[in-house]
């Protein structure tokens, strides 16, 4: 893969970063939204998904130095994340062009592509 091909797929994180962000409830978190692996509470979260992401995508995170294969596994979730969180309307619009759906769409073809 190209470092053009890299560099594509780090800009494909950059809207489950910001739609994860969203969905999570920071006001209930008692970590500010810093994962802790050591943390019982951590552990048991209804967040842990999200929050596990994010600790290791957001924008502190250097993820040009991550393999392509780390990075994919990584949009792989994401995808199972925005797929999973969209109502059955999106899945029965043909063609729906949300934000979400628009980049469901060009992340699978590009995965699969790549
Ligand atoms: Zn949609």
Redesign the pocket.
Same mark, same amino acid.
């Given at each position: 893969m190209s470092e053009i091909d890299k560099a594509r797929l780090i800009e494909l994180l950059a809207f489950p970063r910001k739609r994860i962000l969203q969905s999570m409830e920071m006001r209930s978190c008692p970590h500010a939204g810093f994962y802790n692996a050591n943390d019982e509470q951590c552990l048991n979260c209804h967040q842990e998904m999200e929050c596990v992401w994010m600790n290791h995508n957001d924008e502190l995170v250097a993820v040009e130095e991550k393999s392509v294969t780390e990075i994919k596994q990584q949009l792989l979730i994401a995808v199972d994340f925005v797929d999973s969180s969209?109502t059955p309307?999106?899945l029965s619009?043909r063609d $729906?062009?949300?934000?979400? $759906?628009?980049w469901l769409k060009k992340t699978q073809k590009f995965l699969a592509l790549n």
């Open positions: 969209l309307y999106h619009r $729906c062009e949300c934000d979400n $759906c628009a």
